[in-house]
């Protein structure tokens, strides 16, 4: 994953982004700028495209914008599609930049412009979509999880001792048409995944790690950039959001640390339990477990670091192209 090419000779586009609109706040090289709003379809990614290009007035163009889910996905995409160069920053990143800068307004005009301003000064990396076959399997992943999601609230509704008989029929029935079309998108999935080499191969790779079975192996590939994309297994636990985060200050002051939480959440919801049953099977983690344990971490916070290293390892068999060895470091 390189770094922007964006140079003084380059316009820049912020777009604070929502479920309906788009606003965004281009800066060129003088310093002037231009605001405008579009709507978050199809057609308003193409107006934005088109005005961006007309008052860059030739000069190449770095969108930024947030990470907001399927809602800049899409623009994010468009745009990437069209050539520009298009950042996809986490939102924390562009947050604590706002606090640094003294950045108070908090509106949709004010977000784009300061969307624009971090796009400008620090350059962040480039935001490639992913192929078509992991778009979908992406999506087919997330709606499982949506799925699953709904029909554990409708158990949870199961134990409620004021249902009537009718209602814990109608509950009874949703959970059933919830767990039948979650299992009818697994084998979708299952499908794209064997329809397509380069997914099967990875996926078999990934199911080497005990650990990680089938359907964690699926998560990984829809929701963990290429790692080609990656420039180290330190970066592939970043963009989970296992990154280590300390706190101290002088002498006095020292936190624990903890996980940073800023990345992705599915990621690292999809490897909270397989990380359970890999400290208990797998070699490698299940020595750096106790070991941790030994040296007073708490349970949960060994968890945790089991998880990084658990995300680590996945990126080092798809990296080497190798399944997993428990005695590979020592080779």
Known sequence: MGTASTTTASAVV???????????????????????TFANDPTGHAALLAWAKRHAGGLPIHFGLEATGPYSEAPATTLAQAGPLVSVVNPTRIKYAGIAWGRANKTDTADARLIAEYTLREHPPAWQPPPPEVRELQGLVRRIDDLTEMAAREKCRLASPALTPSERQSVQRTIAFLQKEATKLRAQADELVAATAS???????????????????????????????????????????LAPREFQSGTSVKKRTRLSKAGNARLRKALFLPTQTAV?????????????????????????????????????????RAPFDPHWASK
Not at 284 to 298: C, I, P, W
């Open 280 to 320: 208990r099977f797998n070699p490698l983690l299940q020595g750096f477990f106790e070991r941790l344990v030994a040296a007073g971490k708490a349970k949960m916070q060994a968890i945790g670091a089991c998880m990084r290293k658990l995300v680590m390892i996945c990126y080092g068999v798809l990296k080497n």
């Open 199 to 241: 997914l099967a191969t990875d996926r078999s790779l990934l199911e080497s790690i005990p650990g990680i079975g089938r359907q964690t192996a699926t998560t990984i590939l829809a929701e963990l950039p290429a790692v080609d994309r990656l420039p180290s297994a330190q970066s592939a636990a970043a963009y989970c959001g």
């Open 14 to 36: 912020g777009i604070d982004v929502s479920q309906d609109t788009l606003d965004a706040c281009l800066i060129r090289p003088d310093g002037q700028t231009k605001e405008a």
